[in-house]
């Protein structure tokens, strides 16, 4: 499953343009490897909030439902959620390795 972020351009009254998060999907921290979420850039779903690890080990909110971002800070954000997506596809892509090769059942008698 990947993440699902659904925006809508928006201009305020002051003129600043920039989105407005309507939608957000993406998995829980429980259902993520602790491989994936215990290092950086990690990000998951907090009800209505998309949350990461990307500065040092503190925990933020990336994204929030029903917020209003400006067109660089929108950018920006999605830029750590690829990267954070990337991450995750390359700790799954590890771990799959690692089941595929750590196979079977030993009888150890002592």
Same mark, same amino acid.
């Given at each position: 499953?990947?993440?699902?972020?659904?925006?809508? &351009?928006?201009?305020? @009254? /002051? @003129?600043?343009?920039?989105? =407005?998060?309507?939608?957000?999907?993406?998995?829980?921290?429980? &259902?993520?490897?602790?491989? +994936?979420?215990?290092?950086?850039?990690? $990000?998951?779903?907090?009800? $209505?909030?998309?949350?990461?690890?990307?500065?040092?080990? =503190?925990?933020? $909110?990336?994204?929030?439902?029903? /917020?209003? +971002? $400006? #067109?660089?800070?929108?950018? #920006?954000?999605?830029?750590?959620?690829?990267?954070?997506? #990337? =991450?995750?596809?390359?700790?799954?892509?590890?771990?799959?390795?690692?089941?595929?090769?750590?196979?079977?059942?030993?009888? +150890?008698?002592?």
């Amino acid at each position: 499953m990947g993440i699902k972020i659904v925006a809508e &351009k928006e201009v305020l @009254g /002051s @003129g600043e343009q920039g989105w =407005r998060i309507k939608f957000i999907s993406a998995l829980p921290e429980d &259902k993520l490897p602790l491989l +994936y979420t215990a290092r950086n850039p990690s $990000c998951w779903l907090s009800g $209505c909030d998309l949350m990461g690890n990307r500065v040092g080990s =503190r925990i933020h $909110c990336i994204l929030s439902k029903g /917020s209003f +971002y $400006c #067109d660089q800070e929108f950018t #920006d954000k999605l830029k750590c959620i690829r990267d954070c997506g #990337d =991450r995750l596809h390359e700790n799954n892509k590890t771990l799959a390795a690692k089941r595929v090769t750590w196979t079977g059942t030993e009888t +150890y008698i002592i």
